[in-house]
């Protein structure tokens, strides 16, 4: 009997509970609309940073640049010039526009013609090296693009305060231009091109040409055109895109073609 009395009474206790519930305004279908109006708050949120996560995704895949060198005799040179003709080179914007025009370097983008006559001249020539390669670089990241590890510079001799520049050593010292690549619209990309002289300061350091920075801003799949400089001059396009020991005179000629991944 006591155990029946007992199991009775907490059926009383609890619907009494219940009651004092629904009489004091607290019942379960406003403690549902609660929990209800946070779950629709939480997922909401998740939805927003899920958009969010896809846009930056969309926007940040890794960028392919491929790389297409063309080194030619220097005595082939007019062709390689010829082909600068067909080059926009108003799309580029210089960090230091007045160092830039003074460097030499002809970059800008391949214009109606140029694949086609780039083509033939690859056939034509007399001799002429045809590498390439490729960099996959994450959105905003760097690489470089090797173009040589010999390089013509200046020897001087000094006598008492005065010195003569009697002519050109050949010294080991890398040639490369620093590419940074970022994505700023499904359909556009910027490149940063800076050149870079590795192992070339007195402490086997590294040069890099900063203030002659430029940058351009390309559709994905067109062509981005590097040239300039000849083997006789003493500017910065020739140091980067030609040499010459002896007999033996070169010249490079550069397109870049960026893809977003």
């Known amino acids: 009997m006591g155990i029946g009395r007992s199991r009775h009474g907490s059926v009383a206790a609890h619907v009494l509970l219940c009651a004092c519930i629904l009489f004091s305004g607290c019942g379960p279908s406003e403690t549902d609309d609660l929990f209800q109006g946070e779950y629709d708050r939480v997922s909401a949120e998740i939805e927003r940073l899920k958009t969010q996560s896809e846009a930056a995704a969309d926007l940040g895949g890794n960028i392919r640049v491929d790389v297409r060198m063309l080194t030619t005799e220097a005595s082939d040179s007019f062709v390689v010039d010829s082909l600068l003709r067909y080059v926009d080179r108003n799309v580029v914007v210089a960090k230091r526009p007045e160092l830039y025009a003074r460097s030499g370097l002809n970059i800008g983008m391949a214009g109606d013609g140029f694949t086609a006559r780039l083509d033939v001249a690859r056939q034509s020539l007399r001799s ?8 996959v670089l994450a959105d905003g990241a760097s690489g470089y693009i090797n173009v040589g590890r010999e390089i013509s510079v200046p020897s001087f001799y000094y006598l008492g305060r005065h010195y003569t520049a009697v002519g050109y050593e050949f010294r080991r ?9 970022r994505r700023l619209a499904p359909d556009m990309i910027e490149l940063e091109l800076v050149p870079v002289f590795s192992d070339f300061l007195s402490d086997g350091g590294d040069m890099e040409l900063t203030e002659l920075a ?9 062509i981005l055109v590097i ?6 001059g003493q500017d910065v396009a020739s140091a980067l895109l030609s ?9 490079t000629l550069i397109t870049v073609v960026a893809t977003a991944g």
């Open 128 to 135: 002429a090296e045809d590498s390439r390669l490729f960099l």
């Open 173 to 181: 010292a890398g040639r490369s231009l620093e590419v940074t690549a």
């Open 214 to 222: 430029t940058t351009v801003r390309v559709r994905p799949g067109r």
């Open 227 to 232: 040239g300039g400089g000849d083997t006789s």
């Open 243 to 251: 040499f010459s020991k002896g007999s033996d005179s070169k010249r």
